[in-house]
């Protein structure tokens, strides 16, 4: 392991910050205080600031040297609507709301980073800190790139970093190509006829409806996929009917469809729609299908996933990086800056042994042990790649 030595000095301050922002979480495009600590600190540390991106976005710009090259390094700020378990002294202070997906640590590492390189500047171009809102859910990413993040810093790549509890702690994986799954929801609303339960025959029963389009649009998946072509379909909400001894009028299904691949999602959503319409019309009433596709495929470009490869390996060493890590269905909102930029999004190592909480889970807390280790990837991969 080769931490950073300006870095190391940093692991009390990464640590206090993390523990801060970690104790007052805000949620998506309400990250007031937690955007006011960024730029404070990102200002005393030397850098050029710029807040109001995107609400409540923060962008710090260091630069270095004569050289026109530049890149981005992204963290997000958010936390997530859940009553934190953890138990830990500096545990949540808000009722409701927790940072469960550790990006007060990508937070705390961003800064930790910038500090270590404005202090030692042995690099010869621009650096863009890239602190978004909203990664949860409401696309704060979309947002910055729609209102100008590359334009306003131009910049060759952009990288992105999440810790990840279910590998271990000194270890990091990425691929080029899709790492992680687009994220689209659908909600299906099925109308019949309202009846006495006891005389269906006067009705038109979407209880029915809903019994047989569970089963079916499992067999989007199974049976029209290429074998080779990932999808999940999941149904996850069921709502209707109030009581025993009636046939409810409606009928709502919810749910989520991941995919890597852009065709495969037409197909999933044509499927969806053909069979809702089917079944609607087997029984005899009317069905809607409401598709919305949130968050793309996170897909990484070659070049830059080789680079972020070289990064980790000089601070883990080349053994400790997969570069071929099995991609997941979870969705990541840096896949729009993605989209607009080449660039590459790792998974940092952060378990501490098989009964690691995952994100997401109440009893969830930040591996501090990775704090330098992703600090360090930071500052090798700006070092490397503006090179002085
Ligand atoms: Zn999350
Ligand atoms: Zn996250």
Known sequence: MKIVPEVTALVPDMKAWRHHIHAHPE?????????????????SFGLEVHTGLAKTGVVGVL?????????????????????????ATHASKIAGRMHACG????????????????KKRSFDGTLYFIFQPAEENEGGGRVMVDEGLFERFPMRAVYGMHNWPRKPLGTFAMRAGPFMGAYDIFEIVATGKGAH?????????????????????QTIVARNLHPQDAGVVSVTQVHGGDTWNVIPQEVVLRGTVRTFDPAVQDLIEQRM??????????????????????YPATVNAEAETKHAIAAASAVVGAANVDTDPVPEMGSEDFSFMLQAKPGCYVWLGAGRGPDTPNVHNPHYDFNDDALPIGASYWVTLARQQLAA
């Open 273 to 294: 729609r053909a069979i809702v319409a089917g079944i609607a019309a087997m029984f005899e009433m009317t069905a809607t299908v409401r598709y919305e596709r949130r």
């Open 103 to 118: 990006h007060d640590g990508h937070t705390a590492m961003l800064l930790g980073a910038a500090a270590a390189l404005a």
């Open 27 to 43: 949620t998506a495009f309400e990250e007031v205080a937690t955007a006011a600590f960024v730029a404070e600190k990102l200002r």
């Open 197 to 217: 339960a006891a005389m269906p025959y006067a009705g038109k029963d979407p209880m029915l409806f809903v019994a047989h389009a569970i089963s079916a649009l």
């Open 63 to 87: 630069r270095n040297g004569s050289g026109s090259d530049a890149i981005g390094l992204r963290a997000d700020l958010d936390a997530l609507h859940i009553q934190e378990k953890s138990g």
